[in-house]
């Protein structure tokens, strides 16, 4: 079921942005065009990072799964991007600490109930070297995508 949310033409191989800012910026347009979101999804995820940051300090590699309320959300989906070069990115719980980011999972769910568990699939997933080393690594956008609906779980 999880693994049905993954959104393909919302995928994003090495994405050059300099900010999250500039990612939601990107990301919210994107997801607009092809009907995924409301008009209101960028004010709304931009307010919710700030307030709620969604950086996740696994390590090696720090991962942000930012998400919107149901409200913003058309047609549910878990993007994966992977960016060009990691970006400074708000630890969740920890303001003050700036994570260099360079996978987000961008989530937009339509209801409350169902997230928990798509989060807690990610994250047992974040926390394997190997598999975030392949999700690096991928040449391809085919190839990073097959890797993250193989993930466990999904």
């Not at 079921?1 to 994107?30: P, R, W, Y």
């Not at 997933?125 to 991928?138: D, W």
């Amino acid at each position: 079921m999880n693994g049905t949310l993954i959104c393909d033409e919302l995928c994003e191989l090495d994405l050059a942005v300099d900010s999250t800012e500039e990612f939601f910026n990107v990301m919210s347009e994107k997801a607009k065009l092809l009907g995924y979101v409301t008009e209101s999804f960028l004010p709304a995820i931009k307010k919710r990072e700030q307030e709620y940051p969604t950086a996740l300090p696994v390590e090696p590699y720090p991962v942000a799964i930012p998400h919107s309320d149901p409200v913003n959300i058309v047609k549910q989906f878990i993007a994966p991007v992977r960016l060009k070069h990691p970006i400074g990115w708000c630890e969740m719980a920890n303001n003050d600490s700036i994570l260099p980011v360079r996978l987000v999972f961008l989530l937009g769910f339509k209801r409350e109930e169902g997230h928990v568990e798509t989060l807690q699939i990610l994250l047992q997933n974040f926390q394997n070297r190997e598999m975030m080393e392949k999700l690096l690594g991928a040449a391809t956008k085919e190839e990073y995508l097959d890797i993250v609906k193989h993930m466990e779980g999904f």
